[in-house]
């Protein structure tokens, strides 16, 4: 670390254990603590339209399912540094809907041509050489080349801060590429083949792939290693 850079207020208060209270970090410092620890993430590329139907491409890493009934996917969307609203978070509010797109390992590059900040009005998905495909019960596209992507009709906005909103939305649509999903409904990992966001610019894949099974307490008292074996 160089000498200009600051030092997080840290203590230690056990053998091995460095502690950080939150209250006395910025922002930033407890960012960088949360996207390096909380890994892997997963990764929405999320289309939507404004107002006048202009599409709108961009990924978001703080992402996640919430809620199977109803059906839930939540997104962060930052705020500018402006304080205005991003192209995502406004088209949302316009038109009271988005759509998830699955960003597997073949889409990484045209994910991150999404992320560049073109100026207002320009077709992301052009610019990445991404195909979009019409929804089906909301306005915004799907990707063409995405592995699943899931229609989203807004649900709840919460605004947590100054820096960022939390947007629900219910999936009222999915699209699966074909081979990712069975008659069962079980989607396939290796077929999706979807990947993380890591701390700074990282990525990660999820190739590196095992079963390991919720166990009874029966079968935990019986033989632990066996139960608790990843297979």
């Known amino acids: 670390m160089t000498a200009h ?116 009005g320009a077709d992301e998905l052009a610019e990445a050489g991404l195909t979009a495909m019409p929804g089906v019960k909301v306005p915004c596209p799907w990707i063409g080349q995405a592995p699943a992507a899931f229609e989203c009709r807004h649900h709840t906005t919460l605004g947590i801060g100054n820096s960022r909103e939390i947007i629900l939305g219910e999936v009222v649509y999915a699209h699966f590429r074909a081979d990712t999903v069975n008659d069962r409904l079980h989607v396939d990992p290796a077929a999706l083949d979807a990947i993380g966001r890591m701390g700074g610019q990282g990525y990660a894949t999820t190739r590196d792939y095992f079963d390991l099974p919720t166990m009874s307490v029966d079968a935990w008292r019986a033989d632990p290693g066996l139960a608790n074996a990843r297979r």
């Open 5 to 120: 850079q600051p030092v997080a207020p840290r203590t230690q208060d056990a053998p091995g254990i460095v502690t950080f209270d939150f209250a006395a970090l910025t922002p930033r410092e407890r960012y960088k603590l949360l996207i390096g620890a909380v890994v892997p993430r997963p990764i929405a590329l999320v289309t939507t339209v404004d107002a006048n139907g202009i599409v709108n491409a961009a990924p978001f890493s703080f992402f996640n399912c919430l809620s199977a009934d109803p059906a839930i996917l939540a997104l962060g969307v930052e705020y500018r540094p402006t304080g205005a609203q991003k192209d995502t978070g406004r088209n949302v509010r316009e038109t009271l809907a988005f759509t998830v797109n699955i960003v597997s390992d073949a889409l990484v590059e045209g994910m991150n041509v999404c992320a560049v900040p073109f100026e207002p």
